[in-house]
């Protein structure tokens, strides 16, 4: 059974770098989409963005220039930077799999079953 | 079009049926995922593809599509139902991932 486990720093302070790890435990890094997405409070899911199986990454665009999403197969780590955060990218942050297919219909569908449990980051002054 | 839409919130009656809808032009080609979210919890997949069920999904929720629609149906909804649903798909260009706002299920 897959398991994402997260961390990193969970408080900082405006204009500074998040930096955040997910280990994948039980799987392989192979042939997935690994995404990071965030939920601000009471607010809901913002998908930041993703890297796949052969290393390509699409970011959301309005954060695309703050955001770096990488892997280390070695580790079977994924990571997210976040650069200048402000009090905006408070948020729940969560790593999570994903799986894109084609069905009988031509039709494609993407869905991610696998999460991790989240890291609460707060930014503030 | 790159959104989602859903209704911020609907209520059914206990052991009733509710349906839960996404609209947006992404998902005339692509089947809406679903997701449900507790306080506090990690969200969970519960719908995917043309009508999927992860293994501990019941099967009183089932997934259909028609046009730029996707619903959500939960036939007898339990107290435990109580949740934000949300809908999710890649968009037209497939790169980008999309979330609808969610949806928060009362139950009665």
């Known amino acids: 059974q897959v398991q994402l486990q997260q961390w990193g720093a969970g408080l900082l302070k405006p204009s500074e770098t998040l930096s955040l790890t997910c280990a994948v435990h039980g799987g392989s890094f192979s042939g997935y989409y690994w995404s990071w997405i965030r939920q601000p409070p009471g607010k809901g899911l913002e998908w930041i963005g993703e890297i796949n199986h052969s290393g390509s990454t699409n970011y959301n665009p309005p954060l695309k220039s703050r955001v770096t999403i990488s892997v280390d197969t070695s580790k079977n780590q994924l990571s997210l930077k976040l650069s200048s955060v402000t009090a905006a990218d408070t948020a729940v942050y969560y790593c999570a799999r994903g799986s894109l297919q084609l069905s009988i219909l031509q039709y494609y569908y993407y869905y991610m079953d696998v999460w991790g449990t989240g890291t609460t980051v707060t930014v503030s002054s | 079009s790159s959104e989602l839409t859903q209704d911020p919130a609907v209520s059914v009656a206990l052991g009733q049926t509710v349906r839960i809808t996404c609209q947006g032009d992404?998902?005339?080609?692509?089947?809406a995922t679903w997701y449900q979210q507790k306080p506090g919890q990690a969200p969970v997949l519960v719908v995917f593809g043309e009508n999927n069920r992860p293994s501990g999904t019941p099967d009183r929720f089932s997934g259909s599509t028609s046009g730029n629609t996707a619903s959500l149906t939960i036939t007898g909804a339990q107290a435990e139902d109580e949740a934000a649903y949300y809908c999710?798909?890649?968009?037209?260009?497939?790169?980008?991932?999309?979330f609808g706002g969610g949806t928060k299920l009362t139950v009665l």
């Open positions: 992404s998902l005339r080609g692509y089947y």
């Open positions: 999710s798909s890649r968009d037209n260009s497939g790169k980008l991932l999309l």
